[in-house]
């Protein structure tokens, strides 16, 4: 049994990579899944047992020697996952609980001071490009992290990557423009509203318009060509005949 365990902690270490300062996060979740799957995790929570006394009870013997064995395989876990020069520096710390929050106040605060300038870094490198998204990360009111400026960063180039595909000549206009628009075309409805309407005589330019007689005045054909009788007084609407002498025909003689 203790064969196995101890030819699974190797595997395991073989794996897990080296802590040397940053990215303790997700170093110690790395670690404390192998400290549970070496049954030891327990005591970063659990307080050590009493020991009895001067009269310890056979249980308590018991109690307190599993615990400090386990706390003890817990500790050289911790400290074998670190570099060589964190090992010399933690190794004198005597209980696993000591070193996990030791590690945890030291290295947490320090990564998310570092992430945090990172951040800050790679937003003011931007180009000029990038200056309306830089201005407007700088004015958030939550601190963002990495993952959540790259994600910003993707969504605004998806955007720009739309903008650029779109035809120049066909700008896509905004709700204040089309309600300025709508605005300008109701007005002018109003404007026009009361006046006489004007068609257009040229509906057809191709259409041929009608040839009237001037002196019969009915359509299709030319004065040269009219056969009537009568001529058509436009003063009173009334047609006057020819005499036969000719004496009451007043185009006589012309």
């Known amino acids: 049994m203790a064969a196995a365990a101890m030819k699974h902690m190797a595997s395991s270490f073989a794996k897990l990579e080296k802590f040397r300062g940053v990215d303790f996060r997700r170093w110690q979740k790395k670690m404390h899944f192998l400290l549970f799957s070496m049954s ?22 018991r109690k307190r020697a599993k615990w ?18 964190l090992f010399d520096i933690y190794q004198n710390v005597k209980t696993s609980k000591e070193l996990w929050d030791t590690l945890k106040a030291k290295y947490m605060a320090e990564d998310a001071s570092c992430k945090k300038f990172l951040v800050s870094c790679i937003i003011d490198k931007l180009s000029l490009s990038w200056k309306d998204f830089k201005h407007s990360l700088k004015h958030l009111k939550v601190e963002l992290t990495l993952i959540e400026l790259g994600s910003h960063m993707r ?9 650029s595909d ?40 191709n259409k041929k318009p009608k040839v009237t007689c001037w002196k019969c005045e009915k359509p299709g054909h030319l004065k040269k060509d009219c056969k ?22 007043p185009l006589k003689g012309c």
């Open 155 to 163: 969504i605004d180039e998806s955007l720009r990557v739309q903008d």
């Open 68 to 85: 400090d064995n386990n706390d003890y395989v817990c500790r050289g876990l911790i400290l074998n996952g670190m570099s060589d020069s």
């Open 228 to 249: 009537a009788g009568n001529v058509v007084n436009r003063a009173n609407g009334s047609s006057i005949k020819g005499s036969e002498d000719g004496s009451s025909n």
């Open 40 to 61: 030891v995790v327990y005591v970063l929570t659990t307080p050590m047992p009493e020991d009895g006394g001067e009269d310890p009870t056979v249980e308590q013997v």
């Open 166 to 205: 779109k035809p120049k000549g066909n700008n896509v206009v905004g709700p204040s423009v089309v309600s300025m628009v709508d605005h300008n075309n109701s007005s002018r409805y109003n404007d026009n509203k009361g006046k006489r309407k004007h068609h257009d005589t040229r509906a057809n330019p």
